[in-house]
């Protein structure tokens, strides 16, 4: 069973949606890639944008998963970033994009419905 990672990020605060969004999408995701490229199996980015078109402070500005196939996977994974150089070339780069005190990290349990099929 695989295993899936969420985590929301919030923006700096001098740092438009769209600048946010075109440096996460140009630059700190290849970091991401090379970082979780031996391990996951998928690593992806969801932006959101409130559907009343209201900011808040509180709000997280993207949602990243990172499913990794098993806990080993996961494992490893986490043991490799802990790695000195590693940790420093993803912190410095995440200072330069994310208000790095709203990062939060779950590990996600998963509860599906089966939804009735209109006719």
Do not use: N
């Amino acid at each position: 069973m695989s295993i899936t990672v969420l985590t929301l990020l919030k923006r700096r605060a001098d740092m438009t949606k769209s600048d946010f969004i075109a440096y996460y999408e140009t630059h700190h995701r290849r970091i991401g890639e090379k970082v979780l490229g031996p391990w996951a199996i998928r690593y992806e980015r969801k932006h959101l944008h409130p559907l009343d078109g209201a900011d808040m402070d509180f709000d997280a500005d993207v949602v990243m998963e990172i499913e990794f196939p098993d806990e080993a996977a996961m494992a490893e994974c986490f043991a490799a970033m802990a790695d000195a150089d590693t940790r420093r070339l993803i912190t410095e780069d995440e200072e330069r994009l994310f208000d790095r005190s709203r990062i939060r990290t779950f590990r996600v349990e998963r509860h599906v419905s089966d939804m009735p099929q209109k006719s």
